[in-house]
């Protein structure tokens, strides 16, 4: 006896899509006339290291269809956590969505948008038809990472580590700190009794975001927060401590503090035990790019893994 399979509802189906996390791309290209064209597209993933694929799916109903399954190249602009105006124009209708954005073209005549996170150009490798959208897959010819945080996407709502860090303060005396990593090193200071720390502020009225600014503007201007890496709470000072993974531009210096090598660092080293425990967890976590948050107090808590 067969049983009829129960109908999908399309509305349902999209907001249980809606609860991966996902990041936010402008895929971009450009036609015979060198028109620049582009759309906005949380559905981008990694294929393959070697050969250097990638993949974005789009609607068959889209009006930038038939242009991007035939052109034969791409690009994919993943977006800055301050780009959300930018994301929004390139998801509306309009005659001329790159009228106020600064953009080039690519050696493969596909537009790369400035100050983006990261941006790969590509030349279409194939296109696969996937029901009522179609995957095209790109072999990347040229990439670059800026270092910035990306902007991410839930629910059918934006989200920034900032945002994100508001959810996870529980007290009144909140203090921020700020693991600025590049080239396997984290840019530290040290205090008067020649002891590592990292950068920090207590947060005011303004909010973790402003606190986060005015570390970054102090020490790396360049630096942006990809994810809250740690929040405990001292209970014997009864302040809490976020602590946001943050990434560097390469090659820029740091303003103040320096870049050093956790493993010239002994535990001893630092002028606070929990940060030299936190940042021994991070030493680990970043040789095997797999990352966990830490919850808990100053002494004791749980680790809840992470995407690398």
Known sequence: MSQETARINPRELRDAFG????????????????????FTANSFSSVSLDPALLLVSIAKTS????????????????????????????????DDRFADVSWRLSANNNPLIGDV???????????IDAGDHALIVGKVEAFHSAGYAGLGYYRGGYFTPAKVSAEVITGQKVVVSAIIARDDKVLLIRNADNKWSLPSKEIGKEGADKAL??????????????????AYNNTETHYQYISF???????????????????????????????????ERYRKESQLKSYGMY??????????????
Not at 64 to 87: C, P, V
Not at 245 to 271: K, N, R, T, Y
């Open 245 to 279: 993974l943050c990434s560097a531009p390469p090659d820029e210096a740091a303003v103040s503090g320096e870049f050093v090598s956790l493993d010239e660092i002994g535990p001893d080293q630092f002028q606070d035990a929990a940060v030299a425990s936190m940042l």
């Open 63 to 94: 009006s930038n269809y038939q242009t991007f399954s035939t052109t034969g190249h791409f690009a994919i602009n993943i977006l800055a956590e301050g780009q959300k105006d930018l994301s929004n124009t390139f998801a509306r209708p309009s």
């Open 295 to 308: 919850y808990g107090d100053h002494s004791q808590g749980t680790v809840r893994p992470l995407l690398s």
């Open 213 to 230: 600014a005015e570390i970054f503007a102090k020490y790396q201007p360049d630096a942006s927060a990809s994810f809250i890496y740690s």
């Open 19 to 38: 609860a991966f996390m996902t990041g936010v791309t402008i895929v971009t290209t450009a036609g015979d006339d060198g028109k620049p064209l582009g």
């Open 117 to 127: 996170s990261a941006w790969f150009d590509c030349i279409t490798h194939t296109v």
